[in-house]
């Protein structure tokens, strides 16, 4: 398969760079938080997921190397968030509640679509690398190199883990 | 490309594009969370509560003591009304006569008294503080533990006149 240019490659960032950093949150936010709302329970958690994500790049945002890809790094990072949410799911504290607190309405809420969404549903029962391999290739057009990138495991592993997921997700569906 | 994976894409294009159309929030800051997650969470927010707890509940207790003794909510209030007694003592006494110390014990009985009942009804609120109260009141009277007389029969009054006779023991042989 042709290798896609994820639009977070085509910027040059210089780790460590505070301006850098802020520009790379911008250009990668929405599609971080997508691939977030397939594998954590709801918006809001997902929100909280993708802000958590950002927060841990930034602590190793100077030990980053240039060469790698950078939205891989960021999904590798989401995804361990992801799968460290799903543990500690019915463990969440109150702070998170008290600090979303304030923050204003959404408005008409676009996030229904997704939480009466079969497919979505569905993805959310997969385990979360599974789930995160689907919505890497179908969603984000990821090759199999950069999904490998993505959550630290050699190309082949992608590719069985890919058509698990189909199988799964056909069985989940019902289909 | 498979039926399904032509339909897993529609269907997250369909699912996921409006949401990430929504506006970017500003990035939250380390610090702030930092702060937040000392204050809300952990075990050491479940301590500083039971102590802030404590402490009010205590202070809580004083001032209803104070406030039962006295009728007054200043703790100064109870301090005047001591030095007050201990003038009155001294001059019920008569020419020649010393020693208040009977005269302002009794008062500081009563004050005792009442500051036990007002903590026991302050304390009514509270499962624990009630139990404990109460019995401590009921099972330990103020007599020493090593006299063991019971305080009924502690009805003797105290021999302020000194007119009891020294009683002493001779060893038979």
Redesign the interface.
């Known amino acids: 398969m042709e290798s896609i240019e994820l639009p977070a490659e085509r910027e040059r960032y210089e780790p460590g760079s505070e301006a850098d950093f802020e520009r790379l949150y911008r250009n990668t936010y929405r599609r971080i938080l997508g691939t977030l709302i397939t594998l954590v329970r709801d918006r809001a958690t997902a929100e909280d997921c993708t802000q958590e994500t950002y927060e841990r790049a930034y602590r190793n945002w100077r030990g980053w190397r240039p060469d790698a890809p950078v939205e891989a790094w960021l999904h590798r990072i989401a995804i361990n968030v992801a799968i460290s949410d799903r543990r500690h799911q019915q463990l969440r504290s109150a702070g998170e509640m008290i600090r979303r607190l304030g923050r204003p309405a959404a408005g008409p809420d676009p996030s229904l679509i997704a939480e009466n969404s079969d497919l979505v549903q569905a993805l959310k029962k997969l385990p979360t690398k599974q789930a995160a391999a689907l919505v890497l290739r179908h969603y984000h057009g990821y090759t199999n190199r950069e999904i490998a990138a993505a959550l630290g495991v050699p190309e082949q592993t992608v590719a069985s883990r890919l058509g698990a997921a189909r199988k799964q997700l056909q069985a989940v569906l019902g289909r | 490309m ?1 039926d ?2 032509r ?3 529609q ?6 594009d ?5 506006p ?2 500003a ?2 800051q ?1 610090e702030a ?1 930092r702060a ?2 000392a ?3 952990g075990a050491g927010a479940a301590l500083t509560v039971k102590v802030l707890t404590g402490v009010a509940v205590a202070a809580a207790a004083v001032t209803v003591a104070g406030a039962a003794t006295t009728g007054s909510l200043n703790p100064a209030d109870w301090g005047q009304q001591v030095t007050q007694q201990v003038a009155d003592c001294k001059a019920q006494l008569a020419d020649g006569q010393h020693g208040i110390g009977a005269c302002v014990s009794s008062f500081a009985s009563q004050h005792g008294s009442a500051a036990a009942s007002a903590a026991r009804q302050h304390g009514n609120g509270n499962g624990n503080g009630n139990a404990h109260a109460k019995d401590k009141n009921k099972a330990h009277p103020a007599t020493p533990k090593s006299g063991s007389v019971p305080r009924g029969l502690d009805s003797e009054p105290a021999d302020q006149a000194a007119t009891h006779r020294t009683v002493t023991s001779t060893s038979h042989p």
Do not use: D, M
């Not at chain 2, 269907?11 to 996921?16: S, T």
């Not at chain 2, 409006?18 to 929504?22: G, K, N, R, S, Y």
């Open positions: 498979s399904l994976e339909e897993l894409e269907e997250l294009h369909r699912v996921l409006p949401i990430t159309a929504l970017i929030p990035r939250r380390p969370r937040a997650r204050l809300l969470g």
